[in-house]
């Protein structure tokens, strides 16, 4: 594939845009008028809110090719992910989060109740972001669940950029976090220092 083209998928599926107690349900197709049916509290006034959303992945255990996922975020952050990991290639236990064009990262996980809508615009395409706690270090690492490489030059020195930036201040949190605990540890003083401070004593007698 090209990196002249932003994207060039080799699958497109389509979501279901209803939602069944909660949870997402494929089908093949779908149709623009439903969507003023996603619940029953949906109001008329949101006729053209647009809850859909691409997600851009890929499963190294089936293509190294960009994969994409018509989604619906009309539903809790933490349900949307949970449900996009099966889809994707990556197991339930895993941490997932997705990134915008810009190369923000959405942060679903710290919004894990609320509707992913209100933090994912509709139409627009979002790139998924597997995170890794690394407990010898004791810091996060990002890393691209898709194939950064297929991307256009520009999206790509964004989206790169945004990974190296997110490494290291990482890094940099938990450096701080060990200076601080060693500043804040008391220091006990030595047998030897004891002994001096007691032979001077004796001494002054």
Known sequence: MSRSGVLSPTRRVH??????????????NYSIPELVNLSESFSSSYAHFNPLVTIIYSNASLSKENQQLLLNSYASCHRLLDHIKPLVGIPNDD???LMDNEGKLKE???????YASQYLAGRNTYFVVKIENDIVAGEKRYAANFN??????????ILSNAFMSLNKSSATKQKRSTTTTKQNTPVQPTSTGAQAKLKRTSSRK
Do not use: M, R
């Not at 979501?15 to 093949?28: A, V």
């Not at 950064?148 to 020195?157: E, H, M, R, W």
């Open 108 to 114: 679903l996980n710290v919004h894990s109740e609320d």
């Open 95 to 97: 941490v997932i989060d």
């Open 148 to 157: 950064i490489d297929q991307v256009d030059s520009k999206l790509y020195s």
């Open 15 to 28: 979501y279901q845009p209803q939602l069944s107690n909660g949870i997402l349900s494929q089908t093949q």
